[in-house]
């Protein structure tokens, strides 16, 4: 058992590296605790288990000089070998967005439907987040703050509200500025790190939009928001 879970250890350990190597494109030259440590400022996992891959590159060298009969002088416990196994298929296989999170129901509307209607379907729905589509293709999203913003610009200009509200059509308000500020693209084959990531680096992120390639314009699958995070994390701390 012993010499089992350093097989195990090392053989984990050893495609964690090389992982690393092919993600990043680091030296051969180039230690793997230095690789840990220039990873973790582009990857949520790297970064979550910095400080144990720090303790693990130690145990490591422990393990691989042994005594001249043979004897392996460090031996990793279960939980050890279970964790480096678990850091290994996140970062070998890590899941996909399509592969863990089960699609929400979508809300849509067409680009030619008024104002009114889009503020009375957000209230009717409690959706914040409303897909518009011109024809089949998505040309932005409509939210509380994208009408907010509108009729406080018609008000401001002393013009009446239920008019604009009645006539304007949702197409007019929307800005595909907005989907490269709020909100992120990421395709079914992206990772559940990737969504991490992308609320970390951008906390104006108000959702992920998620299509079949990731594309600007696709048909929108699933809506993830920052209330979907503890989900998130349940699925990373359970992948086996």
Not at 195 to 208: D, G, P, Q, S, T
């Amino acid at each position: 058992m012993d010499k089992q879970n350093a097989h195990e250890f090392l053989d984990s350990y050893n495609k964690i590296d090389a992982q690393l190597r092919q993600l990043y494109n680091f030296k051969p030259s180039q230690s793997f605790s230095d690789m840990v440590r220039r990873s973790a400022e582009q990857n949520s996992v790297v970064r979550k288990y910095e400080n144990d891959l720090m303790d693990f590159a130690r145990l490591r060298n422990a393990i691989v000089h042994q005594s001249t009969d043979g004897r392996v002088i460090a031996v990793p416990c279960d939980e050890v070998v279970t964790e480096m196994r678990l850091i290994e298929r996140l970062l070998c296989a890590p899941p996909t967005i399509g592969g863990t999170m089960k699609p929400k129901k979508i809300v849509s509307i067409d680009d030619t439907v008024s104002v009114r209607q889009a503020l009375l379907l957000i209230a009717r729905t409690d959706y914040s987040n409303i897909p518009v589509y011109r024809g089949k293709r998505m040309v932005g999203v409509v939210n509380n703050r994208r009408i907010i913003k509108a009729l406080g610009a018609v008000s401001a200009g002393g013009e009446s509200l239920d008019k604009f509200a009645s006539e304007t059509p949702v197409g007019e308000i929307v800005r595909e500025s907005d989907l490269f500020t709020y909100y992120k693209y990421l395709g079914r084959e992206d990772t559940v790190q990737d969504v991490l990531a992308a609320f970390e680096e951008n906390k104006k992120l108000l959702a992920v939009l998620v299509s079949e390639r990731g594309s600007v314009g696709e048909r929108i699958e699933n809506i993830i928001t920052s209330a979907d995070l503890v989900t998130i994390n349940k699925i990373l701390e359970d992948y086996r």
